[in-house]
């Protein structure tokens, strides 16, 4: 069995492939929409936000902690769900340009 070594300051490859592993799983988020799942890694992620017939995806990138990524896209989350939540329920087929929420192209208004 061959052993790995270890350098001080590098982590050995492996552990380094499980943890992104781990990262890629996707992780429940509490108190947001009706379910809500952040997917990320060291330096990007997304949070899949789900309320009602709207499916929300918020991605977040940079080299700040995963902590801090989270709640960025936590409160952009909050305010778009209440953006969401405004919005007038259209019957189906309806186009949103001819209800006077933007849209469409210049045909269409």
Request: glycine share 12%.
């Amino acid at each position: 069995m061959e052993e790995e070594k270890h350098v001080a300051g590098k982590a050995p490859k492996k552990a380094e492939v499980d943890r992104e592993e781990e990262l890629r799983k996707p992780r429940p988020i509490d108190g947001l929409g009706e379910e809500a799942y952040w997917v990320g890694n060291r330096i990007t992620g997304a949070l899949y936000v789900l309320q009602g017939d709207a499916f929300l995806r918020i991605s977040i990138g940079g080299g700040e902690d995963e902590s801090v990524r989270i709640k960025k896209a936590k409160a952009l989350a909050e305010k778009a769900l209440k953006r969401v939540e405004a919005l007038p329920i259209l019957p189906a087929g309806r186009n949103p340009a001819s209800a006077g929420l933007g849209g469409g192209s210049a045909r269409e208004q």
